[in-house]
C-alpha cells in the first residue's frame, strides 16, 4: 500500500499544480490517502484510537513514529474499495444534510443577506422556505453577477428576494438579521476563500454585529493555512471588467479581475457543515479527523 | 511558428486552442525549418497517444504562400468536410462551436452557398493588437451576416465602396472598421477546390477578394461570425508579437495564461502573484530588484541586484547583471546581460549577449548569439544578427539561421565586425534589407516591426497595391450612363468603319447586336443612340458649323444605306416612337439644323423606314416640352405633316376603292 499511497501522491500533486485554486481536488486526495492509512492500520493490528494521538504523553513519546506500509494484506484493496464508496455516498449526501439544519437557524419573518451563487445555500434557505416565511436579499456580486441566478432560483421557490449592487451591502446591512454564504475553500484556521465581494460582506456584518453563517460541506475544509498570498488565488481575463472593445486605453493600464476573497476567521460566527454546526476556532479539531497530519503537504 | 511567446512556442498556442474548441485531426503544413518544426511538436503533448487531437505533418519545400498549400491540399484531397483554416501564429481562446454550428446551418440551409466563414473580433481602431498592417474595412449585411466588400486599409485616407453594394436588395448593410481579422476562417471543402482553379489566388486576401468580385457568377458567398468576449490575435510582425505577448501576460486570453502551463513542460510551471508577475523555478533576484508589473521570468534565471524590470519577458537561463533596466524587453533563452544596461522595448534572441553600460533604444533586434560590445548605444530600429550584409540573403525572414551562418563564414572570407555598429567586443553585422528592390525594402523593414504606431509615416508602396485593387470594383460597378456613353462610341466607331469600309448592313447589324450584349443595353436606349449617333455621324465627319443643306445632303446618302439597320430594329410602333423621340431631342440641341428637320422626316417615311400613323402621332402629342412645341411649329414641319396626312387620306381612300 505504500506504492499505491505514492501514486496517488503524485497524481495529487500535478492536479493541483495544474489549478492550485480547486482545493478540493487535493482535499480528496488527502481523504483518500486518510482511508488508506486507517484501512491499512486496521489490518496491522492497530487500534483506531492510538492513532489519534489524543494525549500528550502519546505526543512525546510516540515521536518519529513512521509506518511501513510494506506488508501486504489481501483484503487491503476490498477494504479500501469499500471505504471510499463509504466516503462517495457521503459526499452525496453533504448538501441535505447541510439542509436539514436550516430550520434551526432561519426563523420567520427574518431578513437574510446572502452573496453570488451557491448551491448549499440555495438547499438551504429553499428547505427553510418550505415551512417558515422569510426574505431574501442577494448581493449581485460583480463582475460575473452570479448573484442574479440565484435571485431567480430562489424566487421560483416563492421567496421573497431582492437584488442589490455590492455597493449597498453596508447601507443595507442594519436591516438584515443573518448573513448566510456559501465557500470556495475553508482554511485550516477557519478562514475562507470565498467570492470576491464576501469579504465586504463580512466586515459589515460584524460592523453592525449581524452574524455571519458559512453553508460549507466537509470536503472544503483544506489543510492549508494561508501564509503564501498567492497560492489561491484567480484572476481570469479583465473582459469582465473593462472589455476589450475599449480600445487604445487598454496597452496603458493594468486590468486585474480577481475571483476570490480571503476572509479571516474573527469575521465568522457559526460554520455549518454536514456533520453539524461548528465555531471557526474550531475548525483545526476536525481537520485531524479528515486528513491525516503527513499528508498536510501533498 | 516556433517562436517563443511568453516562453511557450506559438505553435502551442495555435494547437491549444485548437483542441479546446473540440477539433480532433489536425494537418501542419510546414515549409521552412519544418524539421523543427516537427520534431518539437513530436516532443510535445500532443503527440501522445492520449491526446484528443491528432497532428500530422505535410512538409514540402515548394509551399510559397497560402495558396500553395490549399491547393495541394485540393490534390491530395486531405480533408472532405469543413475545416477550419489557421495560421501557425494565432493566438486565441475562442470557442469555435458557435460559429461552426452557424456555419453549418447556413450551408444546410442554402446549399452550399456559404463558402467561408471569417471570425472577426470587436476591437476599437486603436488597440494595440489590431496590426496596422492588417487593418481591413468590412461592408457586411447586419442580417445574414454575409461579407459584401472587404479592403485593406493600411495607409488609406479615404475608403471607396462600390454604389452597388448599397444598390441592391439588401437592407441593413454594415461598414465597419471596428474589426480585427483573427486569420481563423472555417472553410467549405469548396475553398480548395476555388484556390486550384484561380491559380493567382496567393493569400487569403486574394481569395476573398476574388470571391466577392465574381459573386454573381459564381453564386458564392462569404460570411462573417464576430465575437466580443474572446480573443484572437495573428502574429503577423513583432509590434504584434509585442501587443499578444502583453496580453497573454494580462491574461486576455485566459486560459491560456502561462501558469497554466498548457503545455506540460516541465520547465514551464510558474507562478502568478500580484501586478501579473510570474516566476518560474528556481530563479534568483538580487537584492533591491524589483519586478514591477507584467514581468515572466523563465526557470533557472538569475537577476542581479538594483534592477528594475517592467512589462518583459524573460526567458530560461539568463543572467542578468546589476542595476539593469528592463522595459518591454523580450529576452529568449540563454541571455547574458551585463550590468548597468538599459533595454527599450527591444527583442533579443537565444543566446545573445549584451555587454556592460549598453543602451538598447526603442525597437531593436538582436539575433541568437549575437554579442553587443561594452558601451554603445544602439539607436532606433536596429538589427544586429551574424549574418554578414553582403551574402546574398535567401531567406525573407529577419532572424537569421545560425547553421547556415557557419557553412557560409567558411566559404567567404572571415570579414571584421564592423566596431562602431556593435562596440569593441561584439559580434554580429547590422542586417539592412538587399539595396536591390527599393519597394521590397520598405515592406521587409516595415514588416519586421510593422508601421510604427505613433509617427504618421505613410506607406507608398502599398498605397499603390489598394489603387489597383479599387479599379476593377468601380468599373463593375459603374452607373449606367457610363455605359451607355461607351456604347455610343462603340456603335459610332463601328458604323464609321462600316462607311470606310463598305461593310454590309448585315455585318453591321450584328456588331451593333454584339455590342447592345456586351454593353447590357436595353432595346430603347440602343434605338435612341443609334438614332443619335447616325444623326450626329455628318457632323463629326465633316465641320461641326454645318448648315441645313449641306447637312442633309450629307445625311442621305448615310441614311439610304443603313436603311436596313434601321428596318432590324424599328419593328413595333413603340421602336418608332422612341426614333422619333430621339429624332426630336437631337434637333432639339441642333436648332441650326431644325429646318430640315421636315426633310429628314420625309426621308424616313420615304425609305419605309417610319409610318405615317407613327409620324402623326408623335406630332400630335399633347404633353411635350416648350421646345418640343416650338419645333413643332415649324414651317416646313407642318407642311410636311400635312403633306402626310393627305397621302394617308389618299391611301386610305385607295384602299377602300
Not at chain 1, 456584518?205 to 452574524?211: E, G, I
Not at chain 2, 524539421?35 to 505533418?57: D, G, M, Y
Not at chain 2, 501564429?89 to 470557442?95: A, K, P, T
Not at chain 2, 453564386?219 to 480573443?231: A, D, F, L, P
Request: glycine share 6%.
Amino acid at each position: 500500500s505504500g506504492e499505491l499511497m505514492d501514486l496517488i501522491r503524485t497524481e495529487g500533486q500535478r492536479m493541483t499544480a495544474a489549478q492550485p485554486s480547486e482545493t478540493t481536488v487535493g482535499n480528496m486526495v488527502r481523504r483518500v490517502l486518510k482511508v488508506i492509512r486507517e484501512e491499512y492500520g486496521r489490518l496491522h493490528g492497530r487500534s483506531e484510537e492510538s492513532d489519534q494521538q489524543e494525549s500528550l504523553h502519546k505526543l512525546l513519546t510516540s515521536g518519529g513514529l513512521s509506518e511501513d506500509f510494506s506488508t501486504p494484506y489481501p483484503p487491503l484493496r476490498a477494504n479500501v474499495i469499500e471505504a471510499i464508496n463509504e466516503l462517495l455516498i457521503e459526499l452525496e449526501g453533504t448538501t441535505d444534510n447541510i439542509a436539514m439544519q436550516a430550520l434551526e437557524h432561519i426563523h420567520s419573518n427574518e431578513v437574510i443577506m446572502t452573496i453570488g451563487y451557491s448551491r448549499t445555500v440555495e438547499a438551504f434557505l429553499k428547505e427553510a422556505a418550505r415551512k417558515r416565511k422569510f426574505q431574501v436579499i442577494v448581493a449581485e456580486c460583480a463582475p460575473f453577477c452570479q448573484g442574479h441566478e440565484m435571485a431567480v432560483r430562489l424566487s421560483k421557490e416563492n421567496i421573497e428576494t431582492t437584488v442589490m449592487s455590492d455597493a449597498a451591502i453596508f447601507a443595507v446591512m442594519s436591516r438584515v438579521n443573518k448573513v448566510i454564504v456559501g465557500t470556495k475553500t475553508i482554511l485550516a484556521n477557519g478562514a475562507l476563500i470565498a467570492v470576491s465581494g464576501t469579504h465586504t460582506l463580512a466586515l459589515a456584518a460584524k460592523h453592525h454585529s449581524t452574524p455571519l453563517i458559512v453553508c460549507a460541506p466537509m470536503f472544503k475544509l483544506s489543510p492549508q493555512f494561508p501564509n503564501e498570498e498567492d497560492s489561491f488565488h484567480k484572476f481570469v481575463s479583465p473582459q469582465e471588467v473593462l472589455p476589450f472593445t475599449e480600445g487604445e486605453i487598454l496597452a496603458k493600464i493594468n486590468v486585474h479581475c480577481p475571483v476570490f476573497d480571503y476572509v479571516p476567521p474573527e469575521l465568522i460566527t457559526l460554520f455549518i457543515s454536514n456533520i453539524g454546526g461548528n465555531a471557526p476556532s474550531y475548525i483545526y479539531r476536525l481537520m485531524s479527523e479528515l486528513y491525516h497530519p503527513d499528508d498536510y503537504e501533498l | 511558428a516556433l517562436l517563443p511567446m511568453a516562453n511557450v512556442a506559438m505553435i502551442d498556442y495555435t494547437l491549444e486552442f485548437l483542441t479546446a474548441t473540440g477539433v480532433e485531426e489536425t494537418f501542419v503544413f510546414c515549409c521552412w525549418k519544418s524539421a523543427e518544426i516537427k520534431e518539437h511538436l513530436q516532443k510535445s503533448k500532443w503527440c501522445r497517444h492520449t491526446s484528443p487531437n491528432t497532428v500530422r505533418f505535410v512538409t514540402s519545400d515548394l509551399y510559397r504562400s497560402l495558396g500553395d498549400v490549399l491547393r495541394d491540399v485540393d490534390a491530395k484531397s486531405l480533408v472532405r468536410s469543413d475545416f477550419i483554416l489557421v495560421t501557425g501564429d494565432v493566438v486565441s481562446n475562442f470557442n469555435i462551436t458557435k460559429a461552426l454550428e452557424e456555419h453549418k446551418l447556413r450551408r444546410k440551409m442554402e446549399k452550399n452557398v456559404s463558402v467561408m466563414t471569417m471570425i472577426f473580433k470587436e476591437s476599437s481602431p486603436g488597440h494595440h493588437a489590431r496590426c496596422k498592417e492588417d487593418d481591413i474595412v468590412v461592408a457586411m449585411d447586419s442580417a445574414t451576416n454575409r461579407v459584401l466588400h472587404y479592403q485593406r486599409t493600411q495607409g488609406l485616407k479615404r475608403f471607396r465602396f462600390p454604389m452597388s453594394l448599397f444598390q441592391n436588395s439588401i437592407e441593413n448593410v454594415e461598414v465597419r472598421h471596428d474589426l480585427l481579422d483573427c486569420h481563423i476562417s472555417i472553410c467549405s471543402p469548396q475553398v480548395a477546390e476555388l484556390f486550384t482553379d484561380n491559380f493567382d489566388y496567393q493569400t487569403r486576401d486574394d481569395f476573398v477578394r476574388g470571391l466577392l468580385v465574381n459573386e454573381e457568377v459564381l453564386g458564392n458567398q462569404i460570411h462573417m461570425h464576430v465575437t466580443t468576449e474572446e480573443y484572437g490575435a495573428h502574429i503577423c510582425n513583432l509590434l504584434m508579437y509585442e501587443a499578444v505577448c502583453s496580453d497573454i501576460i494580462r491574461r486576455w486570453v485566459y486560459p491560456l495564461t502561462p501558469e497554466m502551463n498548457f503545455s506540460d513542460d516541465k520547465n514551464q510551471s510558474y507562478t502568478h502573484s500580484k501586478h501579473n508577475i510570474y516566476r518560474g523555478v528556481d530563479i534568483s533576484l538580487g537584492q533591491g530588484s524589483v519586478l514591477e508589473e507584467n514581468v515572466l521570468v523563465g526557470q533557472g534565471t538569475v537577476i542581479g541586484s538594483n534592477c528594475s524590470i517592467t512589462n518583459s519577458v524573460i526567458g530560461q537561463n539568463c543572467r542578468i547583471g546589476d542595476k539593469v533596466i528592463l522595459e518591454g524587453a523580450f529576452l529568449w533563452d540563454g541571455v547574458h546581460i551585463a550590468d548597468n544596461v538599459e533595454i527599450c522595448h527591444s527583442v533579443i534572441c537565444d543566446e545573445a549577449e549584451v555587454k556592460e553600460k549598453v543602451k538598447l533604444k526603442p525597437r531593436c533586434v538582436l539575433s541568437s548569439q549575437v554579442v553587443v560590445g561594452p558601451g554603445i548605444t544602439l539607436a532606433e530600429g536596429t538589427v544586429i544578427s551574424l549574418h554578414p550584409p553582403d551574402e546574398e540573403e535567401e531567406d525573407d525572414d529577419q532572424f537569421s539561421d545560425d547553421s547556415g551562418v557557419n557553412k557560409e563564414e567558411s566559404k567567404v572570407k572571415l570579414k571584421g565586425y564592423n566596431k562602431k555598429d556593435v562596440g569593441s567586443e561584439g559580434r554580429g553585422y547590422l542586417w539592412k534589407a538587399d539595396d536591390k528592390n527599393e519597394e521590397d525594402e520598405e515592406e521587409q523593414r516595415q514588416s519586421l516591426w510593422g508601421p510604427a504606431m505613433h509617427s504618421e509615416e505613410e506607406s507608398e508602396s502599398d498605397s499603390d497595391l489598394s489603387m489597383g485593387s479599387e479599379e476593377p470594383d468601380s468599373r463593375s460597378a459603374s452607373p449606367q450612363l457610363d455605359d451607355i456613353k461607351v456604347f455610343q462610341n462603340e456603335v459610332l466607331g463601328t458604323l464609321q468603319r462600316g462607311e470606310e469600309e463598305n461593310i454590309s448592313c448585315d455585318n453591321l447589324v450584328l456588331e451593333i447586336n454584339s455590342l447592345k450584349y456586351a454593353y447590357n443595353i436595353g432595346l430603347k436606349e440602343m434605338m435612341q443612340v443609334l438614332s443619335k449617333v447616325i444623326l450626329e455621324f455628318p457632323l463629326q465627319q465633316l465641320d461641326a458649323n454645318l448648315d441645313s443643306q449641306n447637312y442633309f445632303s450629307a445625311l442621305l446618302p448615310l441614311l439610304k444605306n443603313w436603311t436596313p439597320l434601321f428596318k432590324n430594329y424599328i419593328k413595333r410602333a413603340s421602336d418608332h416612337l422612341n426614333a422619333l423621340f430621339a429624332i426630336e431631342e437631337f434637333f432639339l440641341e441642333h436648332d441650326s439644323l431644325c429646318t430640315s428637320i421636315a426633310k429628314v422626316l420625309m426621308t424616313f417615311y420615304q425609305l419605309e423606314i417610319l409610318e405615317e400613323d407613327v409620324i402623326l402621332n408623335w406630332f400630335s402629342l399633347r404633353d411635350t416640352s416648350d421646345k418640343g412645341k416650338q419645333l413643332r411649329k415649324n414651317q416646313r414641319l407642318q407642311k410636311f405633316i400635312q403633306w402626310l396626312e393627305e397621302a394617308e387620306e389618299e391611301s386610305s381612300d385607295g384602299d377602300q376603292d
